[in-house]
């Protein structure tokens, strides 16, 4: 079946780094109606059910408004795009800065005039080179337009707009540890509060959200709140991009309306199974989530009705298996991923990864023990909630599903 591309992925819209094509095809539009009436961006976010597309899917409106109440302390307000993305199996956002980096800036500099920020900042990947590529040709554009200048004199100072590489490391996507590398340190996470929209870079008021999340948000501010809220099927609002990886015959980037089904990702839209194969299960949301089998094939794919399955929608990845794929394997390469990424800053996530991984990989060897096992199930009862993110989280989550899923793998009793 053919891709349905309604909103981001529209072919007017992949354009390039040409912003002349970008507004030619309504873009600017909305950075201009945010500038003729600022005061409503935040009421319209929040009527329009947008969330945080980068896992977590919170009320983007609840950070915006967060940080254009915030008082500055240092006289500076930031904007930060996060695509630090680098987690297996999702590979949306690189599209998006790829193909269509004008309209993710667009996004950001209405966040510039909802906040009053005079910074605005890119924050890549650097081994996205063809991401790089691409926004250090846009910026450049952006910044001799007249939109731009009109969103100064909005700002009442000059604004910054600058790309800025990550440290490549997976662990500088979390927010904070986002705020620890422009602040020129390492990646280090830390605990909230405060958070990045009260107290962030130079300790001024910091609004951090996901490439995705900003791409959507010109349209929004354009179309009106109800025009996304009816993009999406049932109580889910917009679309998403679902990044379908695995054993599928049509692997690719979708653009889906929030709420279409699991089944209809991997069967319509994903072609179905490679040939002589059978679905098993799928990765919801990257390698941090609770697996989803057969019998949740039915779900919506909303970050409410997922969330209901005891998932996450995450950031939209879906790595999908099949039978005669080893649930064990596929788990021990994503808990040795978490322990290869683990900053090191929190004993219990350093050595826990690693004694997991270790673990794991004994199972998969066919050499583990029962006292490995008993290891295993008692690291998955005291690690939780012990790391300043939630690396050490994501490891045991994707562990204690598939055990609690296929505990046969393992060899484990079934639990009932």
């Keep these: 079946m053919q891709k349905l591309n309604q909103l981001l992925l529209h072919p007017s819209r992949l354009v390039g780094a040409d912003l002349a094509a970008w507004i030619n095809v309504g873009g600017g539009e909305g950075l201009l109606a945010a500038l003729e009436n600022p005061q409503a961006i935040v009421a319209t976010l929040q009527e329009s059910g947008l969330g945080g597309m980068g896992g977590a899917g919170f009320p983007t409106w609840r950070k915006w408004e967060a940080a ?50 005079n910074h605005a900042i890119l924050y890549v990947n650097p081994h996205q080179k063809e991401s790089i590529a691409a926004l250090t040709a846009a910026i450049p554009q952006w910044q001799a337009h007249e939109l731009f200048k009109k969103l100064e004199a909005h700002v009442g100072a000059p604004v910054n707009l600058q790309l800025v590489p990550t440290s490549g490391r997976y662990i500088g996507g979390e927010e904070t540890a986002v705020i620890s590398w422009l602040n020129g340190g390492f990646p280090f996470p830390r605990r909230k509060p405060p958070y ?10 910091t609004l951090i959200n996901n490439t995705e999340t900003f791409a959507n948000v010109p349209h929004i501010i354009r179309n009106g709140a109800q025009w996304y809220r009816d993009l ?8 998403k991009l679902y990044s379908l990886s695995g054993d599928v015959l049509n692997p690719g980037l979708y653009e889906l309306p929030m709420g279409t089904t699991l089944q209809s990702l991997i069967f319509d839209y994903g072609g179905g199974m490679l040939e002589g194969r059978a679905f098993k299960a799928v990765f919801t949301g990257g390698p941090s989530n609770t697996l989803l089998t057969a019998a949740d094939l039915d779900v919506p794919l909303d970050f409410t009705s997922v969330r209901a399955r005891h998932s996450s929608l995450g950031t939209g990845a879906m790595i999908v298996i099949s039978e005669g794929t080893s649930v064990v394997r596929k788990v021990s390469e994503y808990v040795e991923f978490f322990a290869a990424n683990s900053c090191g800053q929190c004993p219990p996530c350093k050595s826990g990864t690693f004694q997991l991984a270790r673990l794991i990989d004994r199972v998969d060897s066919g050499v583990a ?48």
């Design 68 to 117: 254009v109440n915030a008082a500055t302390t240092n006289g500076g307000r930031y904007v930060v795009c996060n695509a630090n993305e680098d987690e297996p199996g999702t590979f949306k956002d690189r599209y998006l800065l790829e193909h269509t980096p004008h309209q993710v800036i667009e996004g950001i500099l209405i966040a510039a005039a909802a906040t009053r920020a």
């Design 196 to 205: 990045p929209a009260e107290s962030g870079v130079n300790d001024d008021p």
């Design 232 to 239: 999406g099927i049932g109580e889910a609002a917009g679309t």
């Design 369 to 416: 023990s029962a006292d490995d096992l008993r290891a295993l199930e008692n690291l998955c009862q005291i690690l939780p909630g012990s790391g300043r993110c939630g690396l050490i989280d994501g490891a045991v989550t994707v562990l204690k599903s598939s055990l609690r899923t296929f505990p046969e793998e393992y060899g484990l009793p079934a639990q009932q």
